[in-house]
């Protein structure tokens, strides 16, 4: 099953006010991709269109993956291919929708302030689940490392939410549990505030997240990778703010993207 792809942008400033979702990437009906901008895109200082999408207003079609996704997905021939799917926790031999594998990877590259990112949909049971990588590895202490080195797969961590980060007010980071406690990183900002309201609202019976995967070979970003089960309180819609609706209607103008 595939959802809406999120695309976030942010500048160097690592502030809170300049990241934030600018477009959305879904399959049409045929099994081709649509891209819509976002009113993130017009309310986001600094930001402007990508190359062969100028206008905000347009809906963007195309048969095949838009370059700018299909370039951050790794090409079947390169070496590090396979165990990449593995990392995160797909199976090579089955390779999941592209849609998917980004919205695990977050098709981040070193060259550029875009990531992107699936909005949570409700499991078959009503429950959020959301499988990411942690963040803020390249950040954590040394004796956190060795401890992020020790994990075990289904290792139970904590989430701590931080409303005095000085670098993000709707921070969450997560924790070890055990006789040393650590903090070993943060959950995606683009799950943080949903995060958050989960944890004031779920019993702490129905929410937990843990390790999937430790990958000790991995670069840091695609070091731990982790899952996450809550509870779906009723009226709680993720990805729901006016920045991320879409600009154009899919039942108005359209762009062939070749």
């Keep these: 099953m595939t959802s809406n792809l ?3 942008w942010r500048s160097g ?7 934030g979702p600018v477009g959305v990437l879904e399959r ?17 200082a600094g930001f402007h ?8 207003d347009e809906v963007y079609e195309s048969d095949e993956l838009f370059p700018m996704f299909a370039n951050r997905l790794l090409n079947q021939s390169r070496p590090e291919y396979r165990p990449s799917l593995v990392w995160s926790g797909f199976d090579p031999d089955n390779p999941p929708d592209p849609i998917q594998l980004l919205g695990v990877t977050e098709g981040r590259r070193q060259t550029d302030s875009l990531e992107v990112f699936l909005c949570p949909q409700p499991d078959s ?3 959020f689940v959301a499988k990411f990588f942690l963040h803020g590895l390249r950040h954590a202490r040394p004796e ?3 401890r992020v080195n020790q994990l075990q797969p289904d290792e139970e961590l904590r989430i701590v939410p931080e409303p005095d980060n000085q670098y993000d007010r709707y921070a969450v980071a997560v924790w070890t549990n055990g006789a040393e406690e650590y903090r070993i990183g943060y959950v995606p900002r683009y799950l943080a505030r949903d995060i958050r309201r989960l ?6 019976e129905f929410l937990s997240l843990r390790v999937q995967r430790v990958n000790p070979s991995a670069p840091l970003q695609q070091r731990v990778l982790c899952r996450m089960n809550a509870c779906w309180p009723d009226g709680f819609q993720p990805c729901s703010g006016r920045e991320f ?12 993207v070749q």
Excluded: K
């Design 49 to 56: 269109a990508f190359p062969g999408m100028s206008r905000f």
């Design 199 to 204: 944890h004031e609202y779920c019993d702490p």
């Design 245 to 256: 609706r879409p600009i154009g209607s899919s039942n108005g103008s359209r762009t062939a």
């Design 13 to 19: 400033n690592p502030s809170e006010s300049t990241w």
């Design 144 to 146: 956190a490392i060795a």
């Design 6 to 8: 999120f695309v976030a």
């Design 28 to 44: 049409t009906p045929s099994g081709g991709y649509r891209f819509t901008y976002t009113h993130g895109a017009q309310s986001l």
């Design 125 to 127: 049971d009503g429950c």
